[in-house]
């Protein structure tokens, strides 16, 4: 069982910059695919940015891409989602998850365990 637990949501003027963290407990978050995915009001989650167990490798939405980046800190347990010139298209809650074993990481249904989520609000 993996505990998920995000943070660093806020509002924000278009242009500037988030870090939101998704903190883990009950399992080294490593050894699962750790994703990013995001719901505004009214539409359906998607995904924003997953990296991979082990190696690590990125992926992003082509929304995001340029913006946004997916970082892990190991020893903090931690997976980290850096957004840049945000916009308000970028509203929305932010919802951290993670799955265990498998190659498929873009749909929601592809995830084992979520966190509660934080809420981005960007600002013109």
């Known amino acids: 069982q993996v505990q998920l637990v995000e943070s660093g949501g806020g509002s924000m003027q278009a242009g500037g910059s988030l870090r939101l963290s998704c903190g883990a407990s009950?399992?080294?978050?490593?050894?699962?695919?750790t994703g990013w995915f995001r719901q505004a009001p009214g539409k359906e989650r998607e995904f924003v940015a997953a990296i991979r167990q082990s190696l690590g490798s990125t992926y992003y939405a082509n929304s995001v891409k340029g913006r946004f980046t997916i970082s892990r800190d190991n020893a903090e347990n931690t997976v980290y989602l850096q957004m840049n010139s945000l916009t308000p298209d970028d509203t929305a809650v932010y919802y951290c998850a993670a799955r265990w074993r498998g190659l498929n990481m873009l749909a929601p249904s592809d995830y084992d365990y979520w966190g509660r989520g934080t809420q981005v609000t960007v600002s013109s």
């Open positions: 009950g399992r080294t978050l490593s050894r699962y695919t």
